[in-house]
């Protein structure tokens, strides 16, 4: 198998600009308070009686931040604080199961954040117990939940395990002390790899970490070194994503040096070597930014097309419903998207002034809208699509959608550049153009240049850089 070429500084000034990662289509960018929770419980009530639903459990705390994080998450101090959390979720998820009206099979529950873990034992206990009695969960169900090695509590992979879950994911990003240091995050190797053996000691299959270029001082070497240390391990699964430096958005990524962080160029040299080192460790390239042992569900749904991309990143999970719990959650139903309040402070008034699903905005998602996002999900997922054969062409003629002759004539630069190769209507990625899955996909997006011109050129990006 081929490794990502090294891109060419005149690909990187033609190609990095700001874009969505495509979790979703539209992307949430274009949520708006037009959708609430009376809409959202409509399209909940009319969901068909067999169609399964997967659950996403968002836990906003951590027992500390990192500089680099982008995500919805807080410290809390105070375990009344975390319980009175998890007494919430449990609520929200009992007002999804009455407006459902009917027990739903799930195969698939997550828990992110933050730091799930942070959970007391007996709250979590008492959610899981809620998810089993309101569900029927099916045998085979993956139950994920994410960690951090620093701060994970005494027997609490054992309690995981435990109550189901077989896959965990494990939060590295870097293990050079000098980025470490600058990320506000010290975690030696040791205390990772230890983490690592427990959980398989536990009896937890599934073990997934994080890994992230463009860090601050990080270097190809050092990145290689990363890779290398961090293969050795032979977790199932590794994500590496592009660091997005945000403090616009993320005041805390204010405390890292802009001059510490590399160009673009720079940092899609450090993805080609990463690439190079998990490939040649026996690792398969998985869409934009995963890595997946040969045996791996992931792997196995990469090679036979049956992967799909939602707001959790790359997923086997194949079903339309997912419902999105707790602060800041996201779900995701046929008809749309629907985003809970984001602060924790909100969430729980909001959830405490009426017996309303939390909802405070979201997008209705139109015919054309669903034919685009499965054509984009294909380019995310296959590194390619056909767009006149199978359901893309169905769903297509839904949305009135013709020919696409426009998108067609966009991709040729693209085809030049030797990212794609065009026949007809066919489109396959190149192992060169892998890094710039964004670019292409949106080419399919008429939300985001409607985006960009109503924010006017002044207006601060809503989204990270594609590169």
Request: some cysteine; proline content about 6%; glycine content about 8%.
């Amino acid at each position: 198998m081929s490794v990502v070429e090294q891109p060419q500084a005149d690909l990187v000034a033609r190609y990095g600009g700001n874009l969505p990662r495509y979790t979703s289509y539209p992307t949430a960018a274009s949520f708006t308070e037009a959708v609430g929770s009376p809409q959202v419980e409509q399209w909940l009530a009319a969901l068909p009686v067999s169609e399964p639903v997967s659950l996403y459990f968002h836990v906003p705390f951590c027992d500390e931040l990192c500089r680099f994080c982008g995500c919805n998450t807080s410290v809390m101090r105070h375990e009344s604080g975390r319980v009175a959390y998890a007494d919430l979720l449990r609520e929200e998820l009992h007002r999804y199961v009455q407006a459902l009206g009917a027990q739903r099979r799930v195969g698939h529950v997550q828990f992110g954040g933050g730091t799930p873990t942070t959970l007391p034992p007996e709250a979590l206990r008492a959610l899981i117990r809620a998810v089993r009695l309101w569900f029927s969960l099916e045998p085979q169900a993956e139950l994920s939940m994410e960690l951090d090695p620093r701060h994970l509590p005494p027997g609490r992979l054992d309690l995981l395990a435990e109550l189901g879950f077989n896959r965990v994911s494990l939060g590295v990003q870097d293990i050079d002390p000098r980025v470490q240091e600058a990320c506000g995050r010290i975690q030696p190797f040791e205390q990772t790899r230890d983490c690592v053996q427990q959980a398989r000691a536990a009896g937890i299959a599934g073990v997934n970490i994080d890994l992230i270029y463009g860090l601050p001082y990080q270097s190809v070497q050092s990145i290689a070194e990363t890779a290398r240390q961090i293969a050795a391990l032979r977790p199932d699964r590794l994500a590496v994503f592009g660091y997005a430096h945000i403090p616009w958005k993320q005041k805390r990524q204010s405390l890292i040096p802009a001059e510490s962080l590399p160009d673009s160029t720079e940092r899609l040299a450090q993805r080609a070597r990463m690439d190079a080192v998990l490939v040649e460790a026996g690792y398969v390239p998985i869409g934009l930014d995963h890595y997946a042992l040969p045996h791996d569900p992931l792997a196995r749904a990469a090679t036979d097309g049956t992967m799909h991309r939602n707001f959790q990143g790359y997923t086997t999970d194949a079903c339309a419903v997912l419902l999105g719990i707790g602060a800041s959650a996201i779900s995701m139903l046929p008809e749309g998207f629907a985003q809970n309040e984001v602060n924790t402070a909100a969430y729980a008034r909001a959830m405490a002034a009426s017996s309303a699903l939390p909802v405070v905005r979201g997008v209705a998602r139109s015919a054309q809208d669903r034919a685009r996002g499965a054509i984009i999900e294909r380019i995310m997922c296959d590194m390619g699509v056909c767009l006149d054969g199978g359901p893309i062409a169905a769903l297509a003629h839904e949305g009135g959608e013709d020919g696409f002759a426009e998108e067609l004539a966009a991709l040729r630069p693209f085809v030049h550049d030797g990212l794609i190769q065009l026949e007809g209507t066919n489109i396959r990625v190149t192992e060169r153009g892998r890094p710039f899955l964004r670019n292409i996909a949106a080419v399919f997006d008429t939300h985001h240049a409607v985006l960009v011109a109503q924010a006017g050129e002044k207006a601060r990006p809503r989204f990270s850089g594609a590169l």
